[in-house]
T-cell receptor, first 109, second 112 residues
Framework: LAKTTQPISMDSYEGQEVNITCSHN???????ITWYQQFPSQGPRFIIQ???TKVTNEVASLFIPADRKSSTLSLPRVSLSDTAVYYC??????????FGAGTRLFVKA | EPEVTQTPSHQVTQMGQEVILRCVPI?????FYWYRQILGQKVEFLVS????????KSEIFDDQFSVERPDGSNFTLKIRSTKLEDSAMYFC??????????FGQGTRLTVV
């Protein structure tokens, strides 16, 4: 399982775009890059998953360069309710998910 | 949207007692997991379960822990003799082979 590194915390203001970058230098060929969101006292919630290039859904975009050694989660126009911990993971489907410390995003009014 | 269901949402137990945490994974999923999160700390992997047996476990998952899939729908985590340090949120998750893991809302276990 590839080790991931991401910032411990980030602050933002409502309405801004937030980009959280994660490095995964030793990502394996079969690993997918997955991001989860966790609110206090709740289970992690899947946000987005990708293998390469760009993936977009109704919540976020995920940018993955050609070497796949890093990825960037982009949250457009954040609101106060986006305040949460965001986890970046590199994993193969069906295998255990190992969580790091994540990035604590704090959105201010 | 399908979801993983966990019961109870909160369990208080005395030290040394046995507890069983219950989970109903998403019906067509094949892989099942238990995680725990001590207050203020990161989510820690405990055990994965596939094809009716443990496929992987962490060093946390010692002889005091066991998992079972007693029927086609439930997935349980048993702690035989709880300790104070077992107090945590316990999350169940399930996935099929390729997709993301879906997590339940957790059971808060308080050992007193």
């Amino acid at each position: 399982l590839a080790k991931t590194t991401q910032p411990i915390s980030m602050d933002s203001y409502e309405g801004q775009e937030v980009n959280i970058t994660c490095s995964h230098n030793n990502i394996a060929t079969n690993d997918y890059i997955t991001w989860y969101q966790q609110f206090p006292s709740q289970g992690p919630r899947f946000i987005i998953q990708g293998y390469k290039t760009k993936v977009t859904n109704e919540v976020a975009s995920l940018f993955i360069p050609a070497d796949r050694k890093s990825s960037t989660l982009s949250l457009p126009r954040v609101s106060l309710s986006d305040t949460a911990v965001y986890y970046c993971l590199a994993r193969m489907g069906g295998f255990k998910t190992i969580f790091g410390a994540g990035t604590r995003l704090f959105v201010k009014a | 949207e399908p979801e993983v269901t966990q019961t109870p949402s909160h369990q208080v137990t005395q030290m040394g007692q046995e507890v069983i945490l219950r989970c109903v994974p998403i019906s067509n999923h094949l892989y099942f997991y238990w995680y725990r999160q001590i207050l203020g700390q990161k989510v820690e992997f405990l055990v994965s379960f596939y094809n009716n047996e443990i496929s992987e476990k962490s060093e946390i998952f010692d002889d005091q822990f066991s998992v079972e899939r007693p029927d086609g729908s439930n997935f349980t985590l048993k702690i035989r003799s709880t300790k104070l340090e077992d107090s945590a949120m316990y999350f169940c998750a399930s996935t099929d082979k390729a997709a993301e893991a879906f997590f339940g809302q957790g059971t808060r276990l308080t050992v007193v």
